[in-house]
């Protein structure tokens, strides 16, 4: 019993001192002794899609401003609770729940826990003054999307499918819809949207967001052989399948990259990504944790929404998209953000 | 053929399938114990070698060893002291209800583990490989999901009718393994494995249409409303904590396992066909018939399992709620010698993993080590062979034709 105890203490003054080394030896940063925690959505922090939007967010915060960072990922619905309640125990200053799926456990933690901060990202809050949702209008950049792929497209066939019918899923494919209509409308060259009707709100969906689902494979193929030659598969990450059923196929199809920038992210598909519609999470969780720690702003529930006017979302630039298209989407994107344009229309 | 005529000789030469299953349940506690020290065991390597901290100290073990070995000890320290922290007593707690939470927490995990685990051990006393407690919870869950979100009753009675709901949907999917199994003689095996795929699918399917599961107000995500208020198994030590009355049922189900497995003659039979089908037939028994009673009572107990994880949780229903559990319940089982205080400690210890792997996670070690222990724990019961040779332990004595003396002794054949 003794000794145990006095391994104990011995452990003890280690840390202790360690610690001492440790703050002796880091310069202050501005962030210092703040806590910023995340909880994923089913999924992992290394998913390429919003999960490791999130993350690379909390990182660029961690590297910059020196404050501490915890997370947790979760393997199913079940982990959503208990993953919280660990970040609350863990006393963290701000709790970032990612995804729509955490949305009840998030908003039942921040109404028991009124003294600790939440972030819900694709979530909503159903009141809490201590829980920030952080939304995305994706039909904006998406139309833009949509609008450069019907251009670029020399079938006029473009093809889009989603990983589940969900709204977050089914904004990208309405505005990415109404994009290619435009162009449409404007030349008066009639363009084929395979994999989605705007208008109806029926199309194509894998069932889930595994990667590179077989079943969106599927999809895919099936609008290659419809004469589809721009893609876009809303649905994290699909484009090992997809860059698959292209070459299958014998297409010279492109791709269109979903929430991050794929042609920087994996130059491996840079060839095939006519551009991406970026959701810019990282941009987003670093501002949040930035108020915070290093400005030391109060926190609020206000809503933080991306938009194209405050560059919360928009379309990667590539060298598939000429001087005259690029001209030609500032010019819309100017009209989204003036109003003129309704990305929904 | 009549009972005085039975030689030994005569009988069919049992399984190797059955008698693998025989040998891995007949474990003694001692090796299961070992089992699971060996497993924690090979899970601290797995931290210490995957953590860059250590990469780090050993790369420059010459210049400071002292150094490099304490951050192997860390390591251990910090990982399975999150485990203790996350499931049993949270040390850093500011008052004894945050600390005591972690416990809590872990016999809430345990009751659906437990349950479940009882479900596949009931099936294995009985000779089944059944891997099917995965689709029974599926259907069970379409059950509960259904009474609890479009039927509205009073408080108590809808919860109940929910259980009930879910215990009898259960049933009929284990039933038709059951009778494809004594009718047909298709193997249980894959016949479960094809039915969890129809199960959770079919499930999805309910959650996907707006007249049957889907949630009124919903983004067309497969996802159900949240279950009615007076359907949901209330807390039960208060607000505090998420201990919930799942753990009653639990603990309802392995007395009534107990008892129906150690104590009435038809759990006697249903041992009689596990230890030996033909000696079983021999002695008069209807093999096929138990098989069905079998898997429609195991499946009883996955169905409790699906209706305490259904009308426990925040939100509505998805299949993500089954969470693993009817596939955890076969680890359980094995590791619990599929009796019912076994599926105790086994169902508690599986409990206390899942609570345990946030704090785990907050302490910056990968919530993977745990599937590692687990896997590993499974292993070395499952191998007999490996464990007495890592620890010298002596071979057992072959039991001869066991069930056959113990049929004499109960005096069911002469």
Same mark, same amino acid.
């Given at each position: ?16 001192? !360690? ?24 999924? !992992? ?70 003294? *600790? ?8 809050? $159903? ?13 904006? !950049? ?109 297409? !010279? ?12 992210? $994996? ?42 006017? *405050? ?35 | ?23 891995? /349940? ?20 797995? %931290?210490?070698?995957? &953590? ?13 060893? &002292?150094? +490099? ?22 040390? &850093?707690?500011?008052?004894?209800? &945050?600390?005591? #939470? ?22 294995? #006393? ?25 039927? @509205?009753?009073?408080?108590?009675? @809808? ?11 259960? /049933? ?14 298709? @193997? ?86 596990? @230890? ?36 426990? %949780? ?94 004499? +002794? ?5």
């Amino acid at each position: 019993m003794n000794n145990v105890s006095r391994k104990a203490l011995a452990g003890v003054a280690m840390a202790a001192a !360690s610690l001492l080394v440790l703050s002796g030896c880091a310069s202050p940063k501005p962030g210092a002794g703040y806590i910023e925690c995340g909880v994923s959505d089913e999924g !992992s922090w290394t998913d390429k899609s919003f999960n490791e939007s999130v993350m690379d967010g909390l990182m660029k915060a961690k590297d910059e401003f020196g404050v501490e960072l915890k997370s947790a990922e979760s393997n199913s619905s079940e982990d959503f609770a208990p993953n919280l309640q660990s970040m609350i125990d863990a006393k963290c200053d701000v709790i970032i729940a990612v995804g729509f799926n955490l949305v009840d456990a998030v908003n039942t933690a921040a109404e028991a826990n009124p003294t *600790n901060n939440f972030v819900t990202i694709d979530g909503w809050s $159903n009141g809490a003054t201590n829980l920030k949702p952080v939304g995305y209008n994706m039909a904006e !950049s998406s139309y833009l999307a949509g609008y450069a792929a019907a251009s670029y497209s020399t079938t006029k066939v473009v093809g889009v499918y989603g990983g589940m019918k969900i709204g977050a899923v089914t904004a990208f494919m309405d505005g990415f819809y109404y994009g290619a209509k435009a162009y449409e409308t404007e030349t008066g060259t009639p363009v084929t949207v395979v994999g989605w009707d705007a208008t109806t709100q029926k199309g194509d969906f894998i069932g889930g967001f595994a990667p590179n689902d077989a079943a969106g494979k599927a999809i895919a193929a099936g609008q290659l052989a419809q004469g589809a030659d721009v893609l876009l598969p809303v649905g994290g990450d699909q484009f090992g399948a997809l860059s698959e059923a292209i070459n299958e196929a014998g297409s !010279s199809a492109k791709m269109i990259g979903v929430d991050k920038n794929w042609t920087v992210a $994996n130059p491996e598909y840079a060839d095939l990504m006519l551009t991406s519609i970026e959701k810019r999470m990282t941009q987003a969780v670093y501002d949040i944790v930035k108020a915070a720690a290093v400005d030391k702003t109060p926190f609020t529930g206000d809503a933080y929404t991306g938009t194209l006017a *405050n560059n919360g979302t928009d379309i990667s630039e590539t060298t598939f998209i000429d001087d005259a298209l690029k001209a030609k989407l500032a010019t819309l994107k100017a009209g989204i953000i003036d109003g003129s344009i309704n990305p929904l229309q | 053929m009549s009972k005085k005529e039975l030689k030994l000789a005569e009988l069919e030469p049992e399984s190797k399938e059955v008698s693998v299953l025989k040998e891995i /349940m007949s474990g003694d506690p001692v090796r299961i114990a070992l089992s699971v020290l060996l497993g924690f065991f090979i899970g601290a390597i797995f %931290m210490v070698v995957f &953590n860059p901290d250590v990469v780090k100290s050993w790369s420059n073990f010459g210049a400071d060893p &002292n150094y +490099a070995l304490s951050t192997v000890w860390w390591t251990i320290q910090d990982g399975y002291g999150a485990l203790f922290s996350g499931s049993i007593y949270n040390l &850093n707690a500011d008052n004894f209800i &945050n600390g005591i #939470r972690p416990l809590t927490e872990t016999l809430r995990f345990a009751g659906p583990l437990i349950m479940a685990g009882l479900a596949v051990s009931l099936t294995f #006393r009985v000779g089944l490989f059944n891997i099917g407690a995965t689709g029974q919870m599926m259907v069970g869950l379409a059950g509960a999901t259904f009474v609890s979100t479009r039927l @509205h009753m009073p408080q108590v009675i @809808h919860m109940l009718v929910a259980v009930l709901a879910a215990i009898l949907c259960s /049933m009929v999917w284990g039933i038709i393994v059951g009778i494809l199994k004594a009718r047909t003689g298709a @193997h249980e095996v894959i016949v479960t494995i094809m039915l969890n795929y129809v199960a959770t699918d079919l499930f999805t399917y309910f959650l996907r249409e707006p007249g049957l599961l889907l949630e009124a107000n919903g983004g067309g995500t497969p996802k159900s409303d949240h279950p009615d208020g007076t359907a949901m198994m209330g807390a039960l030590l208060g607000p505090s904590f998420k201990l919930n009355y799942g753990l009653i049922f639990a603990a309802i189900a392995v007395f009534v396992y107990w008892w129906l497995m150690e104590r009435s003659t038809f759990g006697f039979r249903f041992r009689m066909v596990g @230890h030996n089908a033909s000696a079983a037939r021999a002695a008069g028994i209807k093999v096929e018939n138990t098989f069905v009673w079998a898997l429609a009572i195991s499946a009883a107990f996955a169905g409790l399992a699906a209706a305490t994880q259904g009308l426990s %949780m925040d939100g509505g229903l998805t299949t993500s709620i089954e969470a693993g559990i009817g596939f955890d319940a076969i680890t359980v089982a094995l590791l619990g010698g599929s009796r019912a205080g076994g599926v105790v400690m086994a169902g508690l210890l599986f409990g206390a993993f899942k609570a345990g792997s946030s704090s785990m996670q907050v302490a910056g070690v990968s919530p993977e080590v745990l599937g590692v222990v687990k896997a590993l724990i499974v292993l070395f019961i499952a191998a007999p062979p490996i464990i007495r040779a890592l620890y010298r332990l002596p071979k057992p004595e072959p039991k001869v034709f066991a069930a056959i003396q113990q049929a004499k +002794a109960a005096k069911v054949i002469k």
